[in-house]
């Protein structure tokens, strides 16, 4: 187990691989929603609706391991073993769909199109005051020091030390784009200069071979090489990248959803499955197995993400064998075991969680009727899903609409084709 465990590489690598599967979006015209969410919205006047939610069956993006517990993001929100899966809602944290996630031993760390929220317990939410504004790039917990987490944004690389506030620790001289970090603490900033695609590892500029305007930083492995990926589309182009310089894995392949390395063996996740390589990606077999998205190893064996949508929201195998074919997957948690959130009213999660159980318990399969599972909120002078602000007073009519509004978003959002 400990030998199946150490091969294992990019614990890491935090929520970018949080990121949905991209999808083919084909939407709907709903006249009543759309009135009920604009009426909501003018008459609350407070600004856009704190809701950002997801209709339809839920998903697991990433498996977050560094807190000691293992905590998942989710379509529908962050859930942790610690926490006996107890829902925190996404809209509690300000974040868009699929964010950038870690969580270190003391705190949750969130990145959104508006800042950095950071949370030590799960309930009480607060956007960092040297970010707020920023657009959040990545977000990713330090492999040498658990309590650390690098920030990167396209003014630069920012660094969070324990409960401290971000710290600017690097401007690098091109258009950040996405980071990533091996096992030796070193880091690898990717982005552009100009229209090429470059990477910087310590003292040393690599061009990068690929035109593509998305560049994302996968994975490392044993021997100190970066997997970075370059979407085009339906198709990816995975290139290495270490001192030698960088060298094109695989020219043109399906949609890549992770990349392992194990040992001397590359694993590369698809939606059909996994593809295998034993000669240093030299070649490559067809994708075999069971599909998952993601693959973490930690104390309990490894985990990994379903290939959501669907009711299983993580998978675990005490060891895996060296052919994908002859892995062996558990259902580890369902999204009905879920629970559902009991952050007192006053809190940033009381303040909204309460009010969208309803919809996210039916979706998550928690609940399925109206029952004396679901709680019995009151809107107080705290509390509201559609308060101005995560901690102001609503209105009950200004309450009524904006969960209506919150309705009509989810109902929206459920027809939204994957």
Request: include cysteine; glycine fraction near 12%; aromatic fraction near 6%.
């Amino acid at each position: 187990m400990a030998a199946d465990k150490g091969r294992l590489q990019g614990a890491d690598r935090q929520a970018h691989k949080g990121r949905a599967p991209a999808r083919t979006m084909r939407r709907e015209t709903n006249p009543t929603g759309a009135l009920i969410t604009g009426f909501a919205l003018m008459t609350l006047g407070a600004g856009p609706l704190p809701a950002h939610a997801h209709g339809g069956p839920p998903s697991t993006y990433d498996v977050l391991l560094g807190s000691g517990s293992v905590s998942l993001v989710t379509s529908h929100g962050f859930f942790s073993e610690d926490a006996d899966w107890e829902w925190i809602c996404e809209e509690a944290t300000s974040a868009d769909l699929a964010p950038s996630s870690a969580r270190t031993p003391s705190r949750w760390l969130v990145g959104t199109s508006e800042g950095l929220n950071t949370s030590s317990e799960g309930c009480d939410w607060t956007l960092d005051p040297g970010l707020e504004g920023t657009y959040i790039l990545r977000v990713m917990q330090d492999v040498l020091n658990p309590e650390r987490a690098w920030v990167a944004t396209q003014e630069g690389l920012w660094l969070v030390d324990g409960e401290e506030d971000a710290l600017l620790e690097m401007t690098p001289d091109l258009s950040l784009r996405h980071m990533g970090q091996r096992a030796d603490g070193d880091l690898l900033l990717v982005g552009f200069e100009g229209s090429q695609p470059t990477a910087l590892l310590g003292d040393q500029r690599i061009p990068l071979p690929a035109k593509t305007g998305r560049i994302e930083v996968v994975n490392s492995d044993m021997q100190g090489r970066f997997y970075v990926r370059f979407p085009a589309g339906f198709q990816d182009r995975l290139i290495r990248v270490s001192e030698d310089g960088a060298e094109v894995v695989l020219e043109s392949t399906d949609m890549i959803r992770d990349v392992v390395a194990m040992g001397e063996d590359l694993y590369v996740l698809y939606r059909d499955g996994v593809a295998w390589s034993s000669d240093d990606g030299v070649t490559w077999s067809e994708p075999v197995g069971e599909p998952i998205t993601c693959l973490r190893g930690g104390s309990g064996g490894f985990y990994a993400c379903p290939p959501g949508p669907g009711p299983t929201a993580l998978l675990v195998a005490p060891s895996l064998d060296r052919d994908p074919a002859s892995w062996v997957w558990e259902t580890a948690l369902n999204f009905s075991d879920v629970t559902t959130n009991t952050c007192p009213v006053g809190t940033t999660a009381g303040n909204q969680c309460p009010y969208l159980w309803r919809i996210a318990g039916e979706e998550l399969g928690a609940i399925t009727t109206e029952s004396e599972d679901t709680p019995q909120v009151n809107a107080t002078s705290n509390s509201g899903c559609g308060a101005g602000s995560r901690h102001a007073a609503p209105t009950g009519f200004a309450v009524l609409l904006a969960c209506l509004g919150a309705l009509a978003v989810r109902s929206a959002r459920s027809r939204i084709s994957r």
